[in-house]
């Protein structure tokens, strides 16, 4: 195929494309009546296109996200305290240690899963710069749990 008639055929196709699907072959005779050979090469990829949509999806469904569960009383040695902000990803909450073996504030984030995966929240600690008992807690620390 020609590089000018492989234009043809690509246009013909992109205005086939936008055309709603009852019109499409009525229309397709009418344009290309002069040439049954472009006819059939657009027929052609209109049916490859029409098989792709079906196949391949291009819209994801939409759901409304999950309404968020409380968090836990507890995890580990924390306890759950004030919302300090939320979004697309997740919840952060301030958290105490309550163990009695030092005193501590982090904050908990717990993470939403995305609804593909079907799974519950996940949660990442990352306590303050202060009031540290252990030398291994320097600095900001990050962990899933």
């Excluded at 050979?37 to 949509?53: F, H, I, M, Q």
């Excluded at 995305?114 to 540290?132: F, I, K, M, V």
Aim: proline share 8%; net charge negative; glycine share 8%.
């Amino acid at each position: 195929m020609d590089l000018e008639r492989e234009r043809r055929v690509l246009q013909s196709l992109e205005d086939a494309l936008e055309w709603p699907r009852a019109e499409r072959d009525a229309r397709l005779q009418r344009v290309l009546a002069h040439d049954e050979s472009l006819l059939g090469d657009v027929r052609k990829l209109l049916e490859t296109a029409d098989s792709l949509e079906i196949l391949l999806p291009t819209e994801m469904p939409v759901r409304d996200p999950p309404e968020d569960p409380p968090p836990p009383e507890r995890l580990g040695p924390y306890r759950f305290g004030a919302l300090l902000g939320k979004g697309g990803m997740g919840r952060v909450y301030r958290a105490e240690r309550v163990d009695g073996v030092f005193e501590h504030t982090i904050a908990i984030k717990l993470m939403r899963q995305p609804a593909l995966l079907g799974r519950g929240d996940q949660c990442e600690c990352y306590g303050s710069s202060n009031d540290r008992a252990d030398s291994s807690l320097e600095g900001n620390t990050g962990a899933t749990l």
